[in-house]
C-alpha cells in the first residue's frame, strides 16, 4: 500500500492519502493494509466497519464518541460524494482539549481522517447521496454511547450548513454541550 501520512494540529489525528493507479478503466486503489499503517506507527486493531447513506446535503451525524471500555478509534473515507469531517478533542490531558479539526473528505480525492479514542466525531454531507466508511476498533455499546451538541458555540467550528438548514437525528438533537459532559478521557 502506497500511502501518505500528514499529521495535523492536533496530536493524533492523521490524514492518510492512498495512492492511485488511474487507467482508461478507471483506478485501483488499496484502501487499508494493516502492516501499511504499523510502518506509520498505527496500530489499530479495528473490529468493525460502519457505513452510512446520507440522502440530502447538509445531512449532520454527530458529533459522537463512545466511553471506555468501548471507546473508539476511527478511519473515516467518503465512498460517494462529499463531507466536512470533524473531530473534537476530549482529552482533558491535551493541550488541545475542547478544539476541533476538520477537513473536507471526497470520494474523489479519496482522503481519510484517523480520529484516535478521546474525540467526539461528526460530518455534514455536502452532496446529495454520499455514502462514508469508517473503521472502528471497539464494537458499538449503547450503554458507552455519547455525544456532544454538534453547533455548540463554545467549540465554534465552521460548519457548512446553517443550523436552521441543517438535517438531524431527533438523538443529535439534543446532545449536550461540551461543558455539561463528563471527562471520560484523561
Same mark, same amino acid.
Given at each position: ?5 500528514? !499529521? ?7 490524514? &492518510? ?5 488511474? $487507467?482508461?478503466? @478507471? ?11 504499523? /510502518?506509520?506507527?498505527?496500530?489499530? *486493531? &479495528?473490529? /468493525? *466497519?460502519?457505513?452510512? +447513506?446520507? +440522502? !440530502?446535503?447538509?445531512?449532520?451525524? @454527530? +458529533?459522537? =464518541? ?31 482539549? @475542547? /478544539?476541533?479539526?476538520?477537513?473536507? %473528505?471526497?470520494? !474523489?480525492?479519496? +482522503? /481519510?481522517?484517523?480520529?484516535?479514542? @478521546? =474525540? ?12 462514508? %466508511? ?17 453547533? *455548540? ?18 438523538? $443529535?438533537?439534543? %446532545?449536550?454541550?461540551? %461543558? ?7
Amino acid at each position: 500500500m502506497g500511502l501518505r501520512v500528514e !499529521k495535523t494540529s492536533i496530536d493524533g489525528l492523521l490524514i &492518510f492519502q492512498p495512492d492511485r493507479y488511474a $487507467d482508461h478503466r @478507471g483506478y485501483f486503489s488499496e484502501t487499508y493494509n494493516a502492516d501499511s499503517l504499523r /510502518q506509520h506507527g498505527v496500530t489499530t *486493531d &479495528f473490529v /468493525q *466497519d460502519n457505513q452510512s +447513506l446520507s +440522502l !440530502k446535503a447538509g445531512t449532520v451525524r @454527530g +458529533l459522537h =464518541f463512545q466511553t471506555p471500555p468501548f471507546d473508539q478509534v476511527k478511519l473515516v473515507r467518503a465512498l460517494s460524494g462529499a463531507i466536512w469531517d470533524v473531530a473534537v478533542d476530549l482529552r482533558r490531558s491535551s493541550p488541545t482539549y @475542547g /478544539q476541533h479539526f476538520g477537513l473536507e %473528505l471526497t470520494a !474523489k480525492e479519496g +482522503l /481519510q481522517l484517523y480520529i484516535p479514542s @478521546g =474525540f467526539a466525531h461528526g460530518f455534514c454531507t455536502l452532496t446529495d447521496n454520499t455514502e462514508v %466508511l469508517y473503521k472502528v476498533s471497539a464494537p458499538y455499546s449503547k450503554e458507552h454511547e455519547g455525544g456532544i451538541i454538534w453547533n *455548540d458555540p463554545d467549540l465554534s467550528i465552521p460548519w457548512p450548513i446553517a443550523p436552521e438548514s441543517a438535517i438531524l437525528s431527533e438523538k $443529535d438533537l439534543v %446532545l449536550p454541550s461540551l %461543558l455539561s459532559i463528563t471527562t471520560y478521557f484523561e
